[in-house]
């Protein structure tokens, strides 16, 4: 426990620090001269999350998500001040931060430690050894070793390029990798639609998450025109993958959230409903899962739809989002339909 003099400690998921204080404890930690680096823009386009931990006199904690946009997170850079060493602060670091990955969707906490560091990963914080590789990209040839001696340091989740699938016709263009922030949005954005999953349940506990995420969305004289309703029983989705002319889907994927929206509609309410599927779609992406907006019609078989789910009088299931693990062996996208985007040049005009 931290002494009476520095006050309780503070964890925190994502917690503010500076680039500075980072740097010095980075420097601390790992006995190197103190280099000023962009941490801030580093991790936030590039990691999962981190874990910060203070005591009143500033930063004392810290450790690194990295993940590969689906099931693995990686540990990278766990530090502790020297002030607050042998008092449980790196093992509540990756504990918080353990907890936040699988909260994100994530199978599998990676971790790459030198051997004095054993007993910290293995015996404290409950990793189980395996057998691990590393090889050196930089800085010397090519060379192929076991487990390493030094933190690995996995980038984060790359530009998703949303190639075509072999068989797809190709009539726009497709994303193109740019750097940082923005490049996040964009490959958040341009995620491709996924209609083959994994057999993977999707928690409860993560579909709450996403509507507790998608909630948030503005909409119009804020009506917020708009109920959930998550379908996990196989015979629903089954009924539901009838109710829509491309809808099989439903009934495969390991859980569907069908989108009620009011059946006497505003003129703005359907603009509404696109919003908060997109935003229910980003946050899933986010989240390492897949999903297909699926179109449920005609309006009797919207009506139908929100029946079979259960729903009050008065509300109409127009539209479902089918979400899981992207079973990647299955080519994405319909054959049917044309990939890539339209260019700027063609939809935008500057008057
Ligand atoms: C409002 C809306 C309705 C959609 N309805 C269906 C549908 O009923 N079935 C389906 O398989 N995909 C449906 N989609 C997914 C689109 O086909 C997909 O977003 C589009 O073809 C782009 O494909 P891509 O994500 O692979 O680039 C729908 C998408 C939207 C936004």
């Known amino acids: 426990m ?3 003099d520095r006050g309780p400690l503070l964890y925190a998921w994502r917690g503010a620090f500076t680039d500075p204080e980072l740097s010095s404890l980075h420097a601390e930690g790992f006995g190197h001269q103190l280099e000023q680096t962009g941490w801030n823009h580093q991790l936030d386009s590039n990691s999962l999350g981190w874990v910060t931990a203070r005591d009143d006199r500033g930063l004392v904690g810290f450790v690194a998500i990295a993940w590969d946009g689906r099931a693995h997170a990686f540990v990278e850079d766990t530090l502790v001040a020297v002030r607050s060493r042998r008092q449980g602060v790196g093992v509540h670091l990756i504990e918080v931060a353990r907890d936040h990955a699988a909260r994100a969707g994530c199978e599998w906490l990676h971790v790459d430690f030198e051997e004095h560091l054993k007993s910290f990963y293995l015996d404290a914080c409950g990793f189980v050894p395996t057998d691990a590789g590393l090889m050196r990209l930089s800085g010397g040839a090519a060379q192929v070793g076991s487990t390493s001696s030094t933190p690995l340091s996995p980038s984060g989740p790359g530009p998703r390029t949303g190639h075509p699938s072999p068989g797809h016709e190709r009539l726009w263009d497709e994303p193109t990798g740019q750097d940082g922030q923005m490049e996040q949005l964009r490959s958040l954005i341009a995620r491709r639609t996924v209609r083959s999953f994994l057999d993977e349940d999707v928690p ?3 579909v709450r998450q996403l509507v507790d995420q998608a909630r948030w969305t503005g909409s119009a004289r804020n009506r917020q025109p708009w109920r959930f309703v998550a379908v996990y029983d196989q015979a629903t989705r089954a009924g539901l993958a009838g109710l829509g002319a491309y809808a099989a889907h439903l009934a495969t994927a390991p859980v569907v959230v069908v989108l009620l929206s ?13 919003r908060i599927a997109q935003s229910l779609t980003l946050a899933a992406a986010s989240a390492g899962l897949g999903s297909c907006v699926t179109s449920l019609y005609p309006e009797e078989n919207a009506d139908t739809a929100a029946t079979v789910v259960g729903a009050e009088p008065g509300w109409s299931a127009r539209h479902a989002v089918a979400l899981g693990r992207p079973d990647s062996s299955s080519p994405v996208g319909r054959l049917a339909i044309p990939t890539g985007r339209r260019s700027t040049d063609e939809l935008l005009s500057i008057r």
Not at 262 to 274: N, Q
């Open 2 to 4: 931290p002494g009476p």
């Open 204 to 206: 409860v506990s993560v």
């Open 262 to 274: 009011p059946r006497e509609r505003h003129l703005d309410t359907e603009f509404d409903a696109g």
